[in-house]
């Protein structure tokens, strides 16, 4: 049996290297407005230069010392999760979620980047000036440095053991007032005085979203899923990324899945970079498209495909979700999705049903861990509004 079970799992890698992989386009230089529109009106995914275009931004020069040095008190939250090259998903809910601050957060980072003694080490004898600059970032804060500090929650977090993401982090809800420019307000959320996205040239005002910050250790990733609103622009600020897209012609390949539920994002159970062929064989018919991002890269996610994001050393991306007139007819059918999901999620309960987190059975939670159970009056509110919002101009509903 034990040989038996060897062959499996030797011939399901040998077959997942045969998977079609394509590098993704990449456009050496920045784009004017017209070019770029007309890339994003292919539908299909690129990456070009964005440096120049994004020089204004405050956000541009962003590095965790940096962060750390101009936004060290703000408290936030991280999550972590062991390091493994098993075939399991990394699920948010199987990571775990502390509070901590931007300063204890980038010490971390600093600690798992191999270079605890240029942030947190007294004794240290290096005089690089990388590693000056950092010793003068730590000893200028009040705050303790990871793993010095009795009260940092980062600290149970072996370095070594585990890495780190400080994910999905709003700018309205991080910053809060420090974004507040001393300028007039901006036309829209896009235009935000740290990210102003508007710099692209492209027309964002019925922009709802603000952008969103991404700040983690090297392995840190994001579960590969497909966000049902809207198309991504992505722009990586410090350190590299490593990505794996999809397209949406290939999503019954990926053995789609809403659980865990998160609002307006489908996952797959598959771990993209290990693929298990013998659970999921059908996944070795899909098609990747690859690409590594670093420093002002600029990165286009059109709406619907599939993506995997992991770093390969620390790094700090900057996103923005930009809506697009079909959202409407999605937000109905997440509008539903949700009703769902919560009924069945309160029957569970209220029935006594063993939990995701009880059971000894392996599966996915209900929720990922940012969501909540809505109760079913607030879900059929939402429904209505958003099949009212349908019908008051149905030439945007697919047919």
């Not at 050496?28 to 690129?46: H, K, R, V, W, Y």
């Not at 980038?106 to 947190?120: E, Q, R, T, Y």
């Not at 771990?271 to 600029?298: C, W």
Request: net charge negative.
């Amino acid at each position: 049996f034990f040989a038996q079970t060897s062959c499996e799992l030797f011939f399901c890698r040998l077959m997942a290297e045969f998977c079609e992989v394509e590098e993704l386009h990449r456009i050496p230089g920045p784009l004017q407005p017209e070019a770029l529109q007309a890339q994003i009106d292919t539908g299909l995914p690129f990456v070009f230069r964005g440096a120049e275009q994004i020089r204004s931004w405050p956000a541009a020069g962003w590095t965790p010392e940096v962060l750390r040095k101009k936004f060290g008190s703000l408290k936030t939250s991280a999550r972590f999760h062991k390091r493994t090259n098993g075939d399991d998903v990394n699920w948010e809910s199987t990571c775990q979620s502390v509070e901590t601050t931007m300063a204890e957060f980038c010490d971390w980072v600093s600690l798992a980047s191999g270079h605890p003694a240029s942030s947190c080490s007294s004794s240290s004898s290096s005089s690089s000036s990388s590693s000056s600059s950092s010793s003068s970032s730590c000893s200028s804060s009040s705050t303790a440095c990871a793993g010095e500090g009795q009260d940092s929650l980062v600290s149970r977090f072996p370095p070594a053991e585990y890495w780190g993401y400080m994910d999905y982090k709003h700018f309205e809800v991080l910053f809060g007032s420090r974004a507040a420019g001393s300028g007039s307000p901006p036309s829209s959320p896009a235009g935000h005085p740290l990210a102003d996205f508007t710099v692209f040239g492209l027309d964002l005002s019925g922009q709802l979203s603000e952008p969103v910050l991404w700040f983690g250790s090297a392995g840190a990733d994001t579960p590969c899923h497909m966000d049902t609103y809207g198309y991504n622009l992505v722009v990586q600020i410090f350190g590299r990324k490593r990505w794996i897209m999809f397209a949406p012609s290939d999503t019954k390949l990926l053995y789609p899945t809403r659980l865990p539920y998160e609002e307006s994002s489908v996952y797959t159970p598959v771990n993209v970079a290990r693929p298990d062929l013998r659970k999921f064989p059908d996944f070795v018919q899909a098609k990747q498209y690859h690409i590594t991002v670093g420093p002002g890269d600029v990165l286009f996610v059109p709406k619907h495909w599939w993506h995997h994001a992991s770093l390969l050393e620390p790094a700090v991306t900057v996103n923005l979700w930009v809506d697009v007139s079909s959202d409407r007819f999605d937000r109905l059918k997440e509008a539903i999705t949700r009703t769902v999901v919560s009924a069945l999620k309160t029957a569970e309960e209220l029935s006594g049903a063993p939990s995701a987190a009880s059971s000894t059975v392996a599966k996915p939670p209900w929720l990922n861990p940012t969501e909540e159970c809505w109760d079913h009056s607030a879900c059929i509110d939402a429904l209505g509004q958003a099949l009212t919002q349908n019908l008051e101009d149905e030439d945007d509903v697919p047919s």
